[in-house]
């Protein structure tokens, strides 16, 4: 039996671990930490709410005597941190909330839990365990080998310089005072509960309401997808199986280019309309509704500044070690998320809200 506190537990991956967790590990109590930013939302968590291993506390990472706190009261052993900010665009108009939280919230986890867990020479048996992203290593050429564990960092947002410099912290930790953590670098994730402003869902949400689906730049622009729940998967193991100390990178063997990803989604779009008649009525304004293609929706517009063009991972370390493979394909995955959307048009109604909105519209404005 384990006690695990999540940061991050309200958003994309956090609730989509929480729910995994719970299922996979019932006599397990799972507490969740989470300052309900924008990205943050309670109704992702909806399912976990009446089971009584749950509790939900929200409060900042940076909060270190908040932090400290609930690893006494809740004899936590596992934290599992994804708590961050994690969208690359508002990185580039606002980098100091991605210092504060990814660099200066990391530090103060992992303050927090040395004191806890390492207090006057005895240590209580533990895990950090750290999940961060493949945006660490750089942007590849078409020809350059995947990412893998040895690969230099070369991070070129505030995203992931944020998220470079906390994984730093995190190595430091275990090698100068002994935290017993483990980190993943994980490729591009999508599926239930991932926020309107990603790539997948943003392009759904539009094709829906008959907005422009904005391809930046050419589309050339690649990255390696895996779908959430084999993302969750794989933290388990790596929490469960892996070496403490080491950095464990996952991906989906599923690379390619963005204006694909897109034509792919409208395709589908374009297949579950004409299947099912019902969606023409609650989606009027959505071009398949009425026999158009939603690809014709898609525009190209200005690029990202800084652009990383490629993304690829090398997984064969998990795969070797701990026998990870993902259990669903960019195709399956798809229309899984597709079907899920479609399935929860409450959930992201209630995020169109009007900042969320204005936030959006500015974005267009800029281009
Ligand atoms: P998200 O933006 O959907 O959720 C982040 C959550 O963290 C939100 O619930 C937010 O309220 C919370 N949060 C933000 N600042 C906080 C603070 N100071 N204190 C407490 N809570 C705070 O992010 P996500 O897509 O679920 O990503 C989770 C983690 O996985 C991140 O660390 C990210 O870097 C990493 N990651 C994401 C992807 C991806 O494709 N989404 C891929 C690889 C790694
Ligand atoms: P995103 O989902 O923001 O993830 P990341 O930047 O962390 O990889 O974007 C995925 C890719 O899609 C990235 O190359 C940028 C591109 N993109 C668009 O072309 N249009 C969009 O509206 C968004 C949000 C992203």
Known sequence: MSNVLVTGGAGFIGANFVHYWLQQYPGDRVVVLDALTYAGNLASLAPASRNPAYRFVKGDICDTSLVAALLHEESIDTVVHFAAESHVDRSISGPGAFIQTNMVGTYSLLEAARAHWLKGGKTIEHRFHHVSTDEVYGSLGADDPAFDEQTAYAPNSPYSASKAGSDHLVRAYHHTYGVQVTTSNCSNNYGPYQFPEKLIPLMVVNALSGRSLPVYGDGS?????????DHVRAIDLVIKEGKVGETYNIGGNE??????IVNRLCACIDEVFDA?????ERFP????????ATASLITMVKDRPGHDWRYAIDASRIQNELGFEPAHDFASGLRST?????ANEDWWRAILDDSYRSWIEDQYETR
Request: glycine share 6%; hydrophobic share 45%; aromatic share 10%.
């Open 338 to 342: 597709v079907d899920w959307m479609l």
């Open 285 to 292: 304004d959505a071009p398949a509704s009425s026999g158009t």
């Open 221 to 229: 622009n690649i990255r390696d997808w895996l779908f959430v729940e």
């Open 255 to 260: 690379e390619h280019a963005n204006l694909d």
């Open 276 to 280: 099912d008649g019902s969606l023409a």
